[in-house]
């Protein structure tokens, strides 16, 4: 049962270069997010989907895309990527607007912007 | 948003109860508690989570004040394997943005010691 996989698992770009984070889950999950972690700090959530065909912003969402794929997957694209976007990425999923449920996390992108 | 106060760290020996308290004061009736932890930076795992009543599982108990102020996560017999960053998160159920969205702040590092 792999849950939410990442891929890559770690990174490094040059500033301006683009890349695009991928995330697959395989509980059926309607909901899906996307996470950052900087040293020393919890996670902040930068996207999310409600659902196949939906995204919206999260409370860091400037120089990020997303695009969701179909219900299985979520990806995160940098554009122009910049040293401020050096942090570890995660991907997470849910039922949906189930609050007496747990979201389930991947194991992270660690990203490097040089 | 209801927020959450933990102290920044604290230890244990090993196969002593760990019992990791926080206050959650702006707690709402519908709002629930949950516990994740992230162990050597994996993605965050999800423990348990409560909304009024005690709640047990394999892992862990939840003990829930009355008031719902606080709660305390208790992790029965504490191994090596425990030490991580454990957040208290208060799942705010705005139903209007963010699909209960959980807020993560800068948990506790719990160090449990031989």
């Known amino acids: 049962n792999a849950g939410v996989t990442q891929t890559p698992k770690f990174q490094v770009l040059k500033t301006g270069q683009s890349m695009t984070l991928q995330c697959a889950q395989d509980?059926?999950?309607?909901?899906m997010y996307w996470y950052r972690q900087d040293p020393g700090m919890g996670l902040r959530l930068i996207y999310y989907s409600a659902s196949e065909g939906t995204t919206d912003k999260g409370e860091v969402p400037n120089g990020y895309n997303v695009s969701r794929l179909n219900k299985r997957e979520f990806s995160l694209r940098l554009e122009s990527a910049a040293p401020s976007q050096t942090s570890v990425y995660f991907c997470?999923?849910?039922?949906?607007?189930?609050?007496?449920?747990?979201?389930?996390f991947g194991d992270g992108t660690r990203l490097s912007i040089l | 948003d209801a927020k959450t106060t933990q102290p920044p760290s604290m230890d244990c020996a090993e196969g002593r109860a760990a019992n990791l308290p926080c206050n959650h004061s702006t707690i709402s009736g519908n709002e629930y508690v949950y516990w994740y932890r992230q162990i050597h930076s994996q993605g965050p795992q999800y423990i348990i989570h409560g909304l009024k009543n005690n709640e047990t599982n394999e892992m862990a108990s939840l003990i829930i004040t009355e008031d719902r102020k606080s709660s305390t996560l208790i992790l029965p017999h504490a191994t090596l394997r425990d030490t991580a960053v454990y957040y208290c998160?208060?799942?705010?159920?705005?139903?209007?943005?963010?699909?209960?969205?959980?807020?993560f702040g800068r948990g506790t590092q719990l160090t449990v010691w031989p």
């Open positions: 997470a999923s849910g039922v949906g607007r189930a609050y007496n449920q747990p979201q389930h």
């Open positions: 509980m059926n999950h309607n909901s």
């Open positions: 998160i208060v799942r705010v159920a705005d139903r209007g943005s963010t699909l209960g969205r959980l807020y």
